[in-house]
Each structure stands twice: as structure tokens, then as C-alpha cells.
């Protein structure tokens, strides 16, 4: 079945740090992809997502490339805050039979100052 | 202006009791889901309704049952609980059913001693 690999966590790094966080997938068909971020005591929010091939999606500096020839959707970040402390799920909605979202393991990130 | 809200925020209660956890949406989404977040952070659709209709049933014991009463609401209730059915759940809705961002509440954390 469709499924989503997340980096090993928890990632820890200093302020300004460059990040990433990689995310494969196997499915079926051409599935969407997306980040979502759960930050301390909250509900999940889409960060950011693309549906098709070569899309980037990018928000609040934070970019990710589908990359159908690898299977893979890394989200990316120039220079991390301590804001960006959360969890984060990547994500891939099936376009065929049921449709839901398949969420990774999520990869807790705490940013130090 | 909560988008998707979620009562109880907490519900700790014993084995075997019964308890319903309530969702309600002001978006005007035609699809809601109720997901489960373990202590891991591993997270999991358990059942999508789209106009009331139940569309995804995630092999969940029928200990579960969902209820729409209307499109802006979708209601969990769980008999006889067991200590496995402690987590984190979450509610979500999308205006579509496809591939389309989903809007999470901030979640219930259910403890069952």
C-alpha cells in the first residue's frame, strides 16, 4: 500500500542552521504531496504542498520539491528559528480508491538559540 | 473564529466506560475526518464522512462509532474503552474529498486508566 518515510527524529540544531528533512514515499498513481507542522499543544497546518511532478512548494522560507524520479518530497530551510520548534508530517494524499492522507512518522525539530 | 473546534480539549476516564468526543466545523467543508495520534506522534485516519456520508472506515473496532448529525459536524463515540485507545484525537475537514488541505482541530487527549 501507499506509504510515507520521514528522517529519523528528533533533529536538533542552532538558530540560523540550514535544514532539511527528507521524506520518500511509494504509491501508486501520482499522488500529492504536503507538509504539514504541529507545533507544542496544537492541531497539524499545511505548510506547504504540490501536485504534480517538479511542483515546489514553498512557505514561511521553507520550500520542497516533488521529485517523481526519486520518490522523494525533502523540505528544506535556509536558516531555521527557534519558532520553527514543531513536528513535522510529510504527508501524501492516494488519488485512487479511498482517498485520505498517508502520513509519515513525523520528525520532531527543536531549534536551539 | 475557530475554524474546526473540538470538545473536550482532555478526557481521562476508566476501562470500560463510554465517551464521545464532538467536532464541529465553521468552514463550510463537505469532508471531515477524525484521526489518531499515538504517543509516538504516529498519526492515523480512522473515518472520513463527505456530506454525511461515511466514505473511509480504517479498520477500526466497531468500539468506534462515528456520527454526522449535519455537514458541520462529526462526533466520535467510543464504548467499553480500553487502556490501547489512549492518544491524541484529531478532527479535520477539507472542503473537497480529493487531494484538497485539510483544516485540523486542536485535538482531544483521551487518557483511559
Known amino acids: 500500500g501507499d506509504s510515507v518515510t520521514q528522517m529519523e527524529g528528533p533533529v536538533t540544531l542552532s538558530e540560523e542552521a540550514f535544514l532539511t528533512i527528507n521524506c520518500t514515499y511509494t504509491a501508486t498513481g501520482y499522488p500529492s504531496l504536503f507538509w504539514y507542522v504541529q507545533y507544542p499543544g496544537e492541531g497539524l497546518q499545511l505548510l506547504l504542498k504540490a501536485t504534480k511532478a517538479d511542483d515546489k512548494g514553498s512557505n514561511k522560507g521553507f520550500e520542497a520539491t516533488y521529485r517523481k524520479e526519486t520518490t522523494s518530497f525533502h523540505l528544506e530551510k535556509g536558516s531555521v528559528q527557534v519558532s520553527d520548534s514543531a513536528v513535522y508530517f510529510c504527508a501524501l494524499h492516494t488519488g485512487s480508491g479511498a482517498q485520505k492522507l498517508v502520513f509519515g512518522q513525523g520528525t520532531r525539530l527543536t531549534i536551539n538559540p | 473564529d475557530t475554524a474546526v473546534s473540538q470538545t473536550p480539549k482532555y478526557l481521562v476516564t476508566q476501562m470500560g466506560n463510554d465517551k464521545s468526543i464532538k467536532c464541529e466545523q465553521n468552514l463550510g467543508h463537505d469532508t471531515m475526518y477524525w484521526y489518531k495520534q499515538d504517543s509516538k506522534k504516529f498519526l492515523k485516519i480512522m473515518f472520513s464522512?463527505?456530506?454525511?456520508?461515511?466514505?473511509i472506515n480504517e479498520t477500526v473496532p466497531n468500539r468506534f462509532s462515528p456520527k454526522s448529525p449535519d455537514k458541520a459536524h462529526l462526533n466520535l463515540h467510543i464504548n467499553s474503552l480500553e487502556l490501547g485507545d489512549s492518544a491524541v484525537y484529531f478532527c479535520?475537514?477539507?472542503?473537497?474529498?480529493?487531494?484538497?488541505?485539510?483544516?485540523f482541530g486542536p485535538g482531544t487527549r483521551l487518557t483511559v486508566l
Open positions: 479535520a475537514s477539507s472542503q473537497l474529498a480529493g487531494a484538497d488541505t485539510q483544516y
Open positions: 464522512y463527505n456530506n454525511k456520508e461515511l466514505i
